[in-house]
Structures are given as structure tokens and as C-alpha cells.
């Protein structure tokens, strides 16, 4: 017998241990790869496991199953920090719910009494994080622990009912109906809050991600363009300096003095013979002629004496004008005999870069050669010329995502700018940067405004369902009192009905009071009826008539031109009146989609229906998008004379009038081509006819340079017929 039960304990020591190391290589996956939210900000979940053991298993076990899971945020995170925080959570939520309290309560109490202080003393003392970091990084890590915690609270609410019971070592809590709801309300509530929280705060920082990288894209690309300008303009001056530079001592330093003041980007100007010997100089103060120096060694001299084309340096320090840091730019220059007589050179002052661009001070920029020598730099970065490029390139920029990088080469935990470089024409690499902490300080801001916030309706919430238990469970306790009270031998069941319940009397009295409360409205309700249905054929009409309007613009369309178009031709019968029919057109209009977008093609449509609209008020005018970007004017009693007139103002009032704006804040100013026909009505009964003789007219106008009228007056003799 005493055999028999050693092994169902041993058994029972190897489920447990199972299953504690199922769950904690669970969490230990989960834990492998934590979901990144922003800077060193990650949402850790493989934790929910070591909730899921301390609701079943012992303190044992837990422990075991924490170090499991906590084993893969080791992994991922290169420091055992989690052991020590994490570690203490599962000992205290354990020994809590030992002690009866509910998981999501007692991690609450952890994080705000313990966790969050331990937290924040390990990040200043055992992690490399800024200091600013801190408090948001404190926060996070209790929301992050109230949201693994609802989770597994709901996930051991909807798990099957005899779940690990036979390895339960934790009591079974009773509890109240009221204790219950609020608990269950609170779990929901913290995880569908929370994630709310995090879905609504991811999409902005993806928002404001993506209008970073397109500002940095755009500023990189200008900029660089401006570069490559600069640069090439000053190879150019250098060439066609050497090709046309006298041979004559005197007359190269007068010409040199000339290119030196027409060009303030060189700091410096010499040539040279053949041998590297220095003929002229500018500024003419630095070199007078009477000492000789040669420049026989540089590269810019042996590139171009050895190629016969035009070089240009990397970043280097001046030798023999000065000491600043320079880009030589020099090419070669001949004498009569067409022989290369020397070089010529101009000395580029790189700090003159940064003064090319009119940037926002929240954009730095930093140039580097083929060598990854730092050829200038916004002072904020503080990199010098001529200093290596040592950085840590956190993530490549691409066209899906913009790129990160730290100062230092060193890993780092969070990120120092925002990144986006360009390769220039020379090799060299532009790198437009925007400072990382500003976007984390905003992000963080969002975030704490929108946890204040879930805080306050997960407090509503709360209180709510206090209220709600109270509103189910105090009518039932008072119907138990009042079922208790029979004491006439019958059952509970056979008592109500006789009375005992006097709620139940209560309610069948309250039913058969609004049955015949029912019975004497019918008669009303019946009249309600028709009057309702009445009222639903006037919305009827009303939605006929909105059948007849063009969705986007407002303007009639093509069907209710077909309806109305022959009783206008009867009018202009019975009256001896012409009629215009005209077809306008938006001048390139696809190319304002393809430039500015739908929305943008969509503003401008609304904007020439309201023009038109202002411009043809009478009201037998009728305006019909007659599709795309194609409108049509059938305009009654107007002669040919002022159909013209008024046709041609109305193109010169939609040229002159802004029909929308660009993304950029710009006014969008189109043109169109009108195609018009004045007739009589029987011209013809067709309208095809009618719309025919219109397009040709329109395609008239277009094929002469479109913003242009072209109108017809095909009006016959009444008399005649």
C-alpha cells in the first residue's frame, strides 16, 4: 500500500515537472523575440506563462517555469536584468495567490510597490540607457506586466474547467458574483484597453515615421543635387581655366587673381609648371614668386599630370596656404604647343557647403569622401572635417522604413538620429539626419496621454460593474428572502405562484397592464403606420431625385440629361429659342492625378462644378458630368452671340480661379476646352447628334493648343420649316 502511493507522488512530481518546463520553453519562445514598439521600448509576452503556472502549480515549479521563459529575454536582450525583475514577480504573485488573492491584483500590487521602483533602479545602475529614458521605461514595464497578466487571467477564464486540476496546488478562490464580475470586467477591460492603446500609438508613430522619411528623402535629394552643382561648377571653372590660361608668368597671376574673386568657394588658386614648381598664386599675398615651392607630391598634381583630366580630392588638410581643410579641385593647363604645361588648382572650402542649403535647424547634415572622411558637418553632430566616420548604423534606411544610427561605434540601446544618405556623382556619401529623441519624446507623450485616459475608463469600467453585480444580485437576494419566508412544506416552486414571491405578482400584473395598454394604441399605431408610409414615399422621391445627381460632384449626371434633354429640344420648338449644348474638359487632367493624386483630382472636379455653377445660375441651366473629367452645358434661350461670350468668360474664369489645393498648401490652377453648338431644336431629336456635333468641336479645341472655345451656331431659318 505504501508502495503504491510513492508512485502516484512520483508521478504527480514528473506531471508537474512537465508541465512546468511545457510552459516555461513555451514562454522561453515567446520570449526569444519581443515585439518592438519604439526606441528601446518592447512588449514582452513570453511572460504570460509564468501566470498561467502560479494560478495551478507550487513555488517550485514556478520558479522553474520563470527561469525557462525568462532564459529567451536573456538571449534577446544581452543582459540577465530580467531574472532579477521578473524573477520576483513570479515569487510574489505565487505567494499571493496562496494567500487568495486574484493574479491580476496581486501584479498590480507587485509593479506598483516593488516592480516599478526595482525597475528603475536597474535601469540607471546595470543598463547603458540615457537618462531621459528612464521614467517612460519604468511605466512601460508595469503597463506591460498589467497586459500579460489580464491576458493570462482571461486565458485561464476560458480555459476547460477541470484544467490542471489534478496538478493543482493553489487553492480554489470562492468568491462572490459581484467579486467575480469585477475581476473578469477588469481583466477585459486592461486588455482591450491596453491593445486599443498600442494599436492607436503604433499607427501614429508609423504615420509620423513615414512623413519623416519622406522629408528626409526629399531634403537628401535636393540637397545632394545642390552639391553635385556646386562641385561640378567648380570643375568646370578649374577646365576651362586650364584651357585658356595664358603661358606668361604675369599674365597667369592677373588671371588667377580674376577666377580667385569671381569664385569665393576656392579659398585658395595656384599653377604650376610641369614639374610641380608653384608659377602663381591667389590670393597674390601668399605667394610673391621670390621663394620656390612645390606641390610635385600631392595627388591632385601627380593624378593630373599623369591622366591629363580634371581631378578631384577627398577631404584633406591644406599644406602650403593655410591649414583648413579643403577639396582640391584641379586640372590640367597647355602651352603653345599643345603639351601640358602644369596644373592648375583650386582649393575648395568645404565649410562653405553647409551654406548652400536653407535647411530647418532640426535637420543636420554630414558629407563623407570615398574614404569615410568626415568632409563637413553641422556643429550639432559634432564631427569635424577631416575626422573618421565612426558611427553605428542601428538600420538601413529603405523605401519602406527610414534608417537609424547612434554616435560612437559601440552598440546602442537606443537610437541617436533618424538617417537617410545619398550616394553623390564623386562617390561620396551625403547623410541627412534628424535627431531620434524629439520623435521618442512625442511618441512618448501620445502614449502616457492615451494611458491617462484608458486609465480613467478602466476606473468607469470598474465601477460600473460593481454597480451592475449590485443591480443582478440585490432583486435575486431579495427573491431568496422572500422564497425563504413560505415555510409552508411546499417547494420554492409551488410557493411563488401563491404569493410568497410578490415580485413575480408583481411583473404578471405589470404584463397584463401593458397588454391592454398594447391593445387600446393599436388603432394609433395603425394611423402611425400610414403616416410613416406616406412619409417613405416622400423619401422615395427624395432618393429618386438623388439618383439623378453625381455622387462626387454634386452635378447631374448622364441619366438625367437623357430624361430632361428632350424636353428642353421641345421648349426651344415652342418658343423659336436656340439651344447650347457644350461639352468642357479638363485640360491634362490625368497628369494632376498622376502628380497630386486622386484626392487632389477629386477636389479639382468638385471646384470646377462649383465655378461653372456660379457662373450658369439661371434656372433652366442644367450641368452634367458626363463622365470623368467631361462636363456638359445644356443651356436654354441663349442666343449665339451671348452663348460665346459667356462660354469664353466662364474658360477665363476657371484659368484664373484655384480650384483646390496640392499637398504642399499650393493653389491648383487648371484650364479647360469647351466644344459648343448652338442650334435650334430641330437640329435633331437625337441626342447623339447633338453630342457629336459637341465633341467634334471640343476636339477642335483641344487640337489647337486646349484653354480654347470652339463653338458653333448651327441654328436654322424657323421660318423654313
Avoid at 508609423?206 to 526629399?218: M, V, W
Avoid at 491648383?668 to 466644344?675: M, N, W
Amino acid at each position: 500500500m505504501g508502495s503504491w502511493r510513492l508512485g502516484a507522488f512520483d508521478r504527480l512530481v514528473w506531471q508537474r515537472l512537465l508541465a512546468a518546463t511545457t510552459l516555461g520553453l513555451v514562454g522561453f519562445l515567446l520570449n526569444l523575440a519581443p515585439i518592438p514598439l519604439f526606441s528601446n521600448i518592447q512588449l514582452v509576452l513570453g511572460n504570460i506563462v509564468i501566470v498561467i503556472c502560479a494560478s495551478r502549480l507550487g513555488l517550485g515549479w514556478v520558479l522553474w517555469c520563470a527561469f525557462l521563459a525568462i532564459s529567451g529575454l536573456y538571449l534577446a536582450w544581452g543582459h540577465p536584468v530580467g531574472y532579477l525583475l521578473f524573477g520576483l514577480e513570479a515569487l510574489c504573485i505565487t505567494l499571493m495567490r496562496r494567500r487568495g488573492w486574484y493574479l491580476l491584483y496581486a501584479d498590480l500590487a507587485y509593479w506598483l510597490v516593488l516592480g516599478m521602483p526595482l525597475t528603475a533602479w536597474a535601469v540607471n545602475a546595470l543598463v547603458d540607457l540615457p537618462p531621459e529614458y528612464t521614467p517612460f521605461t519604468v511605466l512601460k514595464q508595469g503597463f506591460n506586466g498589467l497586459l500579460y497578466c489580464s491576458a493570462a487571467s482571461l486565458l485561464l477564464m476560458l480555459s476547460p474547467r477541470g484544467w490542471l486540476r489534478t496538478l493543482r496546488q493553489q487553492p480554489i478562490l470562492v468568491r462572490n458574483f459581484r467579486q467575480k464580475l469585477s475581476h473578469a470586467v477588469f481583466a477585459l477591460m486592461i486588455l482591450a484597453l491596453f491593445i486599443s492603446l498600442l494599436a492607436y500609438t503604433g499607427h501614429l508613430m508609423r504615420i509620423q515615421q513615414n512623413l519623416l522619411h519622406e522629408r528626409l528623402t526629399e531634403t537628401g535629394e535636393r540637397i545632394a543635387l545642390q552639391y553635385e552643382r556646386y562641385f561640378q561648377q567648380h570643375v568646370d571653372v578649374v577646365t576651362v581655366a586650364g584651357e585658356w590660361l595664358p603661358t606668361t608668368a604675369s599674365a597667369q597671376r592677373a588671371r588667377l587673381s580674376q577666377l580667385h574673386a569671381r569664385n569665393p568657394g576656392f579659398i585658395t588658386m595656384l599653377v604650376t609648371d610641369n614639374e610641380g614648381d608653384v608659377l602663381a598664386a591667389a590670393p597674390g599675398a601668399l605667394f610673391d614668386g621670390t621663394r620656390k615651392l612645390s606641390v610635385a607630391s600631392r595627388a591632385y598634381f601627380r593624378q593630373v599630370m599623369a591622366t591629363g583630366t580634371p581631378y578631384v580630392s577627398g577631404v584633406l588638410q591644406g599644406r602650403g596656404f593655410g591649414q583648413d581643410p579643403i577639396v582640391a579641385i584641379s586640372a590640367p593647363w597647355f602651352d603653345h604647343q599643345g603639351q601640358i604645361g602644369g596644373i592648375i588648382e583650386g582649393s575648395l572650402d568645404v565649410k562653405r557647403l553647409l551654406e548652400l542649403n536653407d535647411i530647418n535647424p532640426a535637420v543636420h547634415l554630414v558629407v563623407i569622401d570615398d574614404r569615410e572622411h568626415v568632409v563637413t558637418a553641422s556643429e550639432q553632430t559634432g564631427f569635424a572635417p577631416l575626422s573618421d566616420w565612426r558611427v553605428n548604423i542601428m538600420r538601413e534606411g529603405s523605401d519602406e522604413q527610414i534608417g537609424l544610427l547612434s554616435l560612437g561605434v559601440a552598440a546602442a540601446p537606443v537610437a541617436d538620429y533618424f538617417q537617410h544618405s545619398v550616394t553623390l556623382d564623386n562617390d561620396w556619401q551625403l547623410y541627412i539626419l534628424i535627431p531620434y529623441r524629439p520623435f521618442a519624446q512625442r511618441a512618448e507623450r501620445q502614449f502616457l496621454w492615451g494611458l491617462g485616459l484608458l486609465s480613467l475608463a478602466l476606473l468607469i469600467s470598474v465601477f460600473l460593474a460593481q454597480r451592475l453585480s449590485r443591480y443582478l444580485t440585490w432583486p435575486l437576494e431579495l427573491l431568496a428572502k422572500e422564497v425563504a419566508q413560505t415555510g409552508d412544506g411546499h417547494t420554492v416552486m409551488r410557493a411563488l405562484p401563491r404569493g410568497a414571491a410578490t415580485e413575480i405578482l408583481l411583473l404578471r400584473d405589470q404584463l397584463a397592464h401593458q397588454r391592454n395598454a398594447i391593445m387600446q394604441h393599436q388603432d394609433e399605431l395603425e394611423g402611425q403606420v400610414a403616416a410613416r408610409t406616406q412619409e417613405l414615399a416622400l423619401a422615395n422621391k427624395k432618393l429618386a431625385r438623388l439618383a439623378l445627381r453625381d455622387g462626387l460632384t454634386g452635378a447631374y449626371n448622364r441619366r438625367h440629361f437623357n430624361q430632361t434633354f428632350d424636353s428642353a429640344r421641345q421648349y426651344s420648338l415652342r418658343s423659336h429659342t436656340p439651344l447650347v449644348l457644350a461639352l468642357l474638359d479638363i485640360d491634362h487632367f490625368k497628369a494632376i492625378n498622376d502628380s497630386h493624386g486622386h484626392l487632389v483630382g477629386d477636389d479639382c472636379l468638385k471646384g470646377l462644378v462649383r465655378v461653372i455653377g456660379e457662373h450658369f445660375s439661371r434656372q433652366n441651366d442644367l450641368l452634367v458630368r458626363y463622365g470623368g473629367e467631361e462636363f456638359l452645358l445644356l443651356l436654354p434661350q441663349l442666343p449665339y452671340a451671348s452663348a460665346r461670350e459667356q462660354l469664353d468668360a466662364l474658360r477665363l474664369k476657371v484659368a484664373a480661379t484655384p480650384l483646390t489645393t496640392t499637398e504642399q498648401g499650393l493653389d491648383l490652377l487648371v484650364t479647360i476646352s469647351i466644344g459648343a453648338i448652338v442650334a435650334s431644336g430641330h437640329f435633331s431629336d437625337e441626342p447623339k447628334d447633338w453630342l457629336n456635333a459637341a465633341d467634334k468641336l471640343l476636339y477642335q479645341a483641344k487640337s489647337e493648343g486646349r484653354d480654347s472655345l470652339c463653338i458653333q451656331d448651327c441654328t436654322f431659318e424657323l421660318s423654313g420649316i
